[in-house]
């Protein structure tokens, strides 16, 4: 029987359980995107988890959406990644970098260039997003053209080969939770009327070219790729027909032989049996409001190969220990999430120390 204490592997890399830790957004990279001295703390901190996800890291200028997000697409950005990777490395652990273009999911504020966001078309969200003047509506974004699209898959490429240069193991594209790929993905966030628009291939032609073009640059071996089908996340609404475009993406991505799929599961379990079904390869899944007790439940089943956490992976730097032995958990504080410093960051207590937070 396979359990959460059986060894796996992901593209060339050995693991010796089958949890990981998800990407979370964490808000604490400087101002030019590059990241802070704590993350190399944050992430070794966790490396017993196996492999490490990233936060959300931005390809370009235009990607980024949010402030203080960290970027993969300038030396800085290497140098302070390398320092990540190789705590991570030296901790016993494996990093793959998630390589986040927002879309419409910004604000002018919030990037170095101030300029209007990008998108598949003019669509605003319908969301408000945090910026040092306050929370603000996001306004219309601006769409991109045909050779905006190949420079922006250009981007990718690029970002993903610089986080190689980091020390990454590999990168994972997110292509969900109302960002960019999953933009394009989307009838209520795409509307136009090129190949990148209207019938299910031309919808995941986008995904499917960003993909192709990262395993080509780095190996497909060290690319995965983040699903969120049925998700609602950033105004989006994929449409009808969107169990036939997950179906139709998946089949075209597993044509790419890539290390992994990770999806975020929105409740449709016959879908997800489908594609578990459809991909051969290591499929990551992440359940966002699992119990506890639950946690093994997909492995077992067959339906994941590795199960990734998120909020418990950030209270607790070695949760895999306190799951082991059943030891409290580390309440996680929500007031720190996103609010920069070590507090909420790197200060969650190790078993061997302190009462646990919230105790």
Do not use: C
Request: hydrophobic residues 40%.
């Amino acid at each position: 029987m396979t359990t959460l204490w059986t060894p796996t592997k992901i593209g060339s890399i050995q693991l010796s359980h089958r949890l990981a830790m998800a990407p979370m957004t964490r808000s604490r990279a400087q101002a030019d995107g590059t990241p802070s001295p704590l993350a190399a703390t944050y992430y070794a901190q966790r490396a017993s988890l196996g492999l490490l996800i990233s936060e959300g890291t931005q390809p370009s200028a235009d990607g980024q959406g949010y402030l203080h997000s960290p970027g993969i697409h300038t030396p800085e950005h290497i140098t302070a990644w390398r320092e990540v990777s190789t705590a991570v490395h030296t901790a016993g652990g494996h990093l793959f970098i998630q390589i986040m273009h927002v879309g419409r999911m910004s604000h002018p504020d919030n990037t170095p260039h101030h300029r209007q966001a990008v998108a598949p078309s003019p669509l605003a969200p319908n969301e408000k997003m945090f910026t040092l003047q306050g929370l603000q509506e996001i306004p219309s974004p601006r769409a991109l053209n045909t050779s905006e699209i190949s420079a922006t898959i250009e981007d990718y490429a690029r970002a993903a080969a610089m986080a190689i240069e980091a020390g990454a193991d590999g990168v994972e594209i997110h292509a969900a939770n109302g960002y960019l790929i999953h933009q394009f993905l989307a009838k209520s966030a795409n509307q136009r009327n090129d190949i990148y628009g209207g019938s299910i291939e031309n919808r995941s032609r986008f995904a499917l070219q960003v993909a192709a073009a990262v395993a080509t640059r780095i190996g497909a071996r060290r690319t995965g790729i983040r699903l969120s089908p049925g998700a609602t996340l950033g105004g989006i609404q994929e449409g009808a027909d969107y169990e036939s475009l997950y179906r139709y993406l998946v089949a075209e991505l597993a044509k790419l032989d890539l290390a992994y799929l990770h999806l975020t599961h929105a409740g449709n379990e016959s879908l997800l049996r489908e594609l578990r079904k459809e991909w051969s390869k290591p499929l990551l899944l992440n359940r966002g409001n699992r119990p506890l007790e639950a946690l093994g439940a997909d492995v077992q089943a067959g339906l994941a190969d590795i199960e990734t956490v998120g909020r418990w992976a950030l209270a607790n730097p070695d949760f895999i220990e306190r799951l082991k032995t059943g030891a409290p958990l580390n309440t996680m504080d929500p007031a720190t999430l996103y609010a920069g410093g070590s507090a909420g960051y790197t200060d969650y207590p190790f078993l061997w120390e302190v009462a646990p937070v919230g105790a």
